[in-house]
């Protein structure tokens, strides 16, 4: 409950940031990078020659636009074209996106998890997409010893729900003991995640690496593969588009201590109605995205691109929540929110801290009702005692 709780009253403080924004001065931002000079004919006044400058090589010209395109652009490992992730860094780049001020580039990567090799060790990339569990493999190896602690985070994303989709003489994930599951192809999260979920549920499974779309027409003609483990933010388009022979289904996963990194979470009728009866719902878990970023040294410029990444998402954050024709998820993404085992990026942290310091203690009760909503979905109970607690630590803040 103290994760509930802790996201409850993150939600406060980052409501509060677009009116503590609105009232502060925006932070300074460079003026418009000179456009690059080209020579020019120059008329002459009179019978006596002019000299005319010197025209600046093409190499020159090339650096000056090269400079230019590159001073504030910033990369952003993101995943699969057909995944949640590269849907998210897409939306990011637009509501960031100022010219030649700020340019954010996503990237097409093999994953989330192998997101993280690119974040330490690709040339380009300065933030990633990553999945919450991942940092934990980085820790226990010891030739990342020193790597990993220069990763920070920005923003806790949104969940990315486990789907495992098995045929229909499979009744339960404990049936899968000493079958063929397929967790797509190596460096996914399906091939992360998935062996470490059902490691920490004690089933032992013959796990296999291919494309999940290969895998997929083993299960329509036999029994060869008996399950698909897949892990996204829901809803997801195959399960979508589809058609699967009668029987085939979705198995639950029911949440317990043994799965550390995970939360709970459920598949809906509304996000698969042709796999899910009106009525019904499917247990899964689910692991955080995390937008990552490298923790450069303060005096280089990709520090300060990401300095500049800080003060555009922390500005124009609202726009992702409230403007058409973006994620829905946008809309439960806490700007304040933490996750577990992690090191915010210290600008952001900064900027929360004082948008935190300077907020009124009043509050919305519709808006914090709707956060206890999100927190504890289909417990009403809990929902009311985490609204009445709120209440509480609201009115003891304003003591202060």
């Not at 580039?105 to 933030?127: C, I, Q, S």
């Not at 027409?217 to 029994?223: V, W």
């Not at 520090?303 to 555009?312: A, E, G, I, P, S």
């Not at 993404?333 to 929360?352: E, M, S, T, Y």
């Amino acid at each position: 409950m103290r994760v509930m709780w802790r996201a409850l009253v993150g939600f406060t403080i980052a409501s509060s940031v677009p009116a503590f924004a609105a009232q502060t001065q925006q932070a300074p931002r460079p003026a418009q990078s000179e456009s690059v000079a080209v020579p020019v004919e120059v008329a002459q006044a009179g019978p006596k020659a002019t000299a005319r400058p010197t025209p600046k090589s093409q190499s020159a010209i090339d650096q000056a636009y090269k400079d230019k395109l590159n001073a504030w652009t910033v990369g952003l490992a993101a995943g699969r074209a057909e995944g949640a992730p590269l849907q998210f860094a897409s939306e990011l780049a637009r509501v960031l996106d100022d010219g030649d001020n700020m340019r954010i580039v996503p990237m097409v990567t093999r994953g989330p998890f192998d997101n993280v090799f690119d974040l330490l060790y690709l040339r380009g990339v300065d933030a990633a997409i990553v999945y919450g569990d991942a940092l934990d493999y980085f820790k226990n190896k010891p030739e990342f010893a020193g790597s990993w602690r220069r990763i920070n985070y920005l923003v806790n994303l949104f969940p990315s729900e486990a789907h495992v989709f098995a045929r229909p003489e499979i009744k339960s994930i404990e049936d899968l003991a000493g079958k063929t599951v397929n967790f797509n192809t190596q460096g996914t999260a399906a091939a992360y995640s998935g062996p470490i979920i059902f490691k920490q549920l004690g089933i032992d499974v013959k796990a296999t690496f291919i494309p999940h779309s290969v895998a997929m027409e083993k299960m329509k003609q036999g029994s060869e593969v008996a399950a698909t483990f897949w892990i996204s933010s829901k809803p997801l388009a195959p399960f979508l588009k589809g058609k699967f022979p009668e029987g085939f289904k979705f198995l639950p996963i029911e949440y317990s201590d043994k799965l550390e990194f995970y939360t709970p979470a459920y598949l809906e009728p509304s996000d698969y109605p042709n796999l899910i009866p009106q009525g019904q719902r499917v247990a899964t878990v689910s692991v955080p995205a995390v937008l990552a970023v490298y923790d450069w040294p303060k005096d280089t410029d990709r520090y300060q691109r990401l300095v500049r990444v800080v003060d555009y998402l922390f500005d124009r954050f609202e726009r992702l929540q409230k403007e058409p024709g973006y994620h829905e998820k946008w809309k439960d993404v806490n700007l304040a929110g933490n996750v577990p085992g992690w090191q915010r990026f210290k600008p952001l942290q900064d900027k929360l801290d004082k948008a935190a310091a300077s907020a009124a203690r009043t509050i919305d009760p519709v808006q914090a009702r709707a956060q206890a909503a999100r927190v504890a979905p289909h417990d009403p109970a809990e929902q009311e005692r985490l609204f009445k607690q709120f209440l509480e630590w609201n009115r003891k803040q304003g003591r202060r």
